[in-house]
């Protein structure tokens, strides 16, 4: 990471992390798009865009946009191994938000919903991943829903269908707790943080226990356009087939069992400590001391 530029240091409720690359016409609708839908009277969510050094025009506009707006961060990183690189540029996007959960978007989505963060502040109420509803649309116009989507050939071994039939590997825009960054170290080991975060949410359902730790979130729809004509074709650096391709044998069960049981082991002791806590001052109310008296006794 070569710099960060950072214009506020206070909480939200969602960090949208923007990943793009020489796209800001593209940017600027998206942020415009998003902010035009927004419950203005509600001040719950920030962008924190993720730009490379080398996109002179994107910086510039960035610039602009944050002397509008009070809750836009950016960084400026080196193109490392550029969409191959995407879960490190996100990792360095979480380490700078002040959301309580994350969302990962690309400049090639598009918010549907009016008033999508009051909806999203009513349904964002646990330690859960949320899957939200969108369009896949393709360049030539096609519209298909996430629910209507065949699970790709590279990740047939991966299918999972939940108990209302939708395939957590296809789901793209994912409202996550930023605490997940603290118990796994990171986002993604892959730059599939989509599918990688879809596949752990499998694995944790695997467990036997009462409390799940997903939920569907049909009110909130996006629209993601596959392969902006804007987008270059054939620069290496955006082979998001080739990284596909790398998926399925660079991550492994060992490793997805191993995020599904943190995410378990820290649920189960949030939720033991929200009981203690509530075991605690029925106690104190109930023993008719003050809290001096009540802590020396204890």
């Known amino acids: 990471m070569e710099e960060i530029f950072e214009f506020e240091n206070k909480s939200y409720l969602v960090s949208l992390l923007v990943m793009t690359r020489k796209n800001p016409k593209n940017l600027r609708k998206l942020i415009d798009n998003f902010t035009n839908l927004a419950d203005k009277d509600l001040n719950n969510y920030e962008f924190i865009v993720s730009v490379d050094f080398d996109d002179r ?76 509803n969108f369009d896949w649309i393709e360049l030539d116009g096609t519209v298909n829903n996430i629910k209507d989507l065949p699970e790709p050939e590279w990740a047939e071994d991966r299918t999972f269908l939940s108990s209302v039939g939708v395939n957590f590997h296809d789901f793209i825009y994912i409202c996550f707790p930023r605490k997940i960054v603290e118990l796994w170290g990171f986002i993604s080991p892959h730059a599939l943080t989509d599918n990688f975060i879809g596949d752990v949410a499998k694995r944790v359902t695997y467990f036997p226990w009462e409390t799940p730790v997903y ?69 104190f109310r109930n023993s008719g001391l003050n809290m001096k008296e009540y802590f020396n006794m204890k």
């Open 57 to 132: 025009e994107t910086i510039d506009l960035i610039k602009e946009i944050s002397n509008e707006s009070t809750n836009l961060k950016f960084i400026v990183s080196s193109r490392l191994r550029g969409y191959s690189s995407m879960n490190e540029f996100q990792r360095d996007a979480a380490y700078m938000a002040r959301g309580k959960y994350l969302m990962v978007i690309g400049d090639d989505a598009e918010m549907v919903t009016p008033n999508w963060n009051k909806i999203l502040q009513d349904k964002l109420t646990e330690f859960k991943f949320y899957f939200c």
């Open 215 to 283: 939920e569907f979130i049909d009110e909130v729809k996006l629209n993601h356009f596959d392969n902006l004509p804007s987008r270059p074709a054939n620069n290496s650096s955006f082979n998001s087939e080739k990284v596909h391709l790398t998926y399925r044998y660079f991550i492994n069960d060992s490793l997805f069992f191993d995020c599904a049981n943190k995410v378990k082991e820290y649920v189960e002791w949030e939720k033991w400590h929200k009981q203690h806590k509530l075991n605690v001052i029925n106690d």
